[in-house]
């Protein structure tokens, strides 16, 4: 029910007021009458309404002064005047406040009720674009997170950003059924604690973006869920100081999650867990790899591969915390070598659980880097998936979408999209960045083009948006990776 308040310093016009329309049929409940200016605006010092409705001359302060006062207070509401006809003086200056309508006393049941009717309709329509604003917003920053947004989606998205929501942000993962996971999003958004996005509920997780540093959000955390005692986990990322950060936060929340499928019981016990947990001593080294692997260089992987193992021979690290390790290794190259199937997954894994020896362990990681190296660039896709990879293959350098594509082929975007990603474990977006970033790489290594020009040729119209997706995909900009690179480059793959 919309809100309404009435405003009039006689007693009997405020009585007919709330009996001449039937409000609860309108959709409105009356929840305020004021006999003055005054009184008014000390209920709405603490109260909203949708809509007020009062008399224009009144003691120590017109109708169309207290809607000032009002409305420069923070008030946002729809207003109808009340007015003799001797009055119109004010219509004029009603307007530039957003007075709805004028009614002359006394009231005509029928012409007020039209007028209501239709501001029930107004706050509806805002309603409903202010859902469909924030469902927009939840969806599409999930979608940004995973890579599933072109160019002109991610502007979109970025040009409605709440300019007053700064960094920095913090990234949680609630793990849980979805009762709990919807009570703990309505308690967040209820909490003293400003984010960016509380967003949808998927596959028993619930993903939100706050603001605040990594320990004041934590310290909320713990009174939200002490306050409930909802049963739930919670994945906890480091401090993001840049809205570009947050996709590598949410990268090492999804690291986590691997690491749970992997030692199913290491966290059972644990209401909160920080992505730290990842880093243990080897942070740097494993960093080096991540960042390595992203640039697809693979002397530098081989090289860094040879740095971990080699502290870990020198450390005498226990067995358990070497397969940890390798495991945390093959993680990040499973996430990024399309050349890893599902089967190589599972295969190589059990290797790691059963190795005996660092020995054993490091034979491994080359074999990996053979299989990545020997095996034939594209797997065995069904014959649209295979046609699309064509498509984007050879047309990445224009505005292509999974739409475009869709009718290419002759399918639906729904179906070729689930299809496409069922087989790739990539989005259709995911698959044609990769591929642009790919040959952005061989543009900064091989020509003397320009950061903007590489951008323009692969099919980025934004300079500044092709930086950030080459920051996002490989950890460097363009320009350093050109510096570092430009000298020797051998692929992995």
């Not at 480091?238 to 936060?249: N, R, S």
């Amino acid at each position: 029910m919309y809100k309404a308040m009435f405003v009039d310093d006689e007693y009997m016009i405020l009585q007919g007021l709330t009996m001449i329309v039937p409000w609860d049929e309108l959709g409105f409940e009356v929840v305020y009458t004021a006999k003055n200016a005054s009184d008014a605006l000390a209920y709405l010092a603490n109260h909203t309404v949708d809509l007020l409705i009062t008399d224009i001359q009144m003691p120590e302060m017109n109708g169309i002064e207290m809607i000032q006062q009002a409305q420069a207070a923070g008030n946002q509401f729809f207003s109808i005047i009340l007015s003799g006809y001797q009055e119109f003086n004010y219509v004029k200056q009603g307007m530039t406040l957003g007075v709805r309508n004028y009614l002359v006393k006394p009231v005509n049941k029928t012409e007020l009720r039209t007028s209501v009717a239709a501001i029930a309709e107004e706050l509806a329509a805002q309603q409903q674009l202010a859902e469909e604003k924030e469902l927009y917003q939840e969806s599409s920053l999930l979608l940004w997170l995973n890579d599933e947004l072109n160019e002109s989606e991610y502007l979109h998205l970025l040009s409605m950003q709440n300019g007053d929501v700064k960094p920095p942000y913090t990234v949680m993962q609630f793990l849980g059924e979805p009762a709990q996971l919807a009570t703990i999003s309505r308690l967040w958004q209820k909490a003293d604690q400003p984010f960016v996005l509380a967003g949808r509920i998927e596959e028993g997780q619930l993903t939100v973006i706050a603001v605040g540093e990594r320990q004041k959000v934590i310290d909320r955390l713990n009174q939200v869920i002490e306050e409930k005692q909802e049963a739930c986990q919670v994945i906890v990322s480091e401090t993001a100081i840049a809205w570009e950060d947050v996709y590598h936060a949410y990268e090492k929340i999804k690291q986590v999650q691997s690491l749970q499928s992997f030692y199913p019981d290491l966290f059972m016990a644990e209401p909160i867990i920080p992505v730290s947990i990842l880093e243990r001593n080897e942070e740097q080294p494993l960093l080096s790899f991540n960042k390595a692997l992203t640039i697809g260089d693979r002397k530098t992987v081989q090289s860094e591969l040879d740095d971990i193992f080699g502290t870990l021979t020198q450390a005498q690290t226990d067995p358990e915390h070497v397969r940890y390790t390798a495991f945390l290794l093959f993680n990040d190259m499973y996430r990024q070598l399309p050349a890893l199937s599902d089967e190589n997954h599972e295969a190589i894994l059990n290797k790691i659980k059963e190795a005996q020896s660092l020995a054993d362990l490091r034979e491994l990681f080359d074999d990996i880097l053979r299989l990545v190296k020997n095996k034939p660039s594209q797997k065995r896709y069904s014959e649209i998936v295979q046609k699309t990879i064509q498509l984007i293959e050879e047309g990445f350098t224009h505005d292509l979408t999974v739409k475009a594509a869709a009718e290419a082929l002759h399918v639906s975007v729904v179906y070729l999209g689930q299809l496409f990603k069922k087989e790739t474990d990539m989005s259709f977006n995911q698959y044609v960045n990769r591929v642009r970033i790919k040959q952005a790489q061989k543009l900064l290594l091989h020509t003397m083009q320009t950061v903007s020009e590489v951008g323009d040729s692969i099919g980025y119209n934004n300079t500044n948006y092709f930086s950030k997706m080459f920051k996002k995909l490989t950890g460097l900009t363009p320009k350093e990776f050109r510096d570092q690179y430009s000298q020797q480059y051998e692929s992995l793959e």
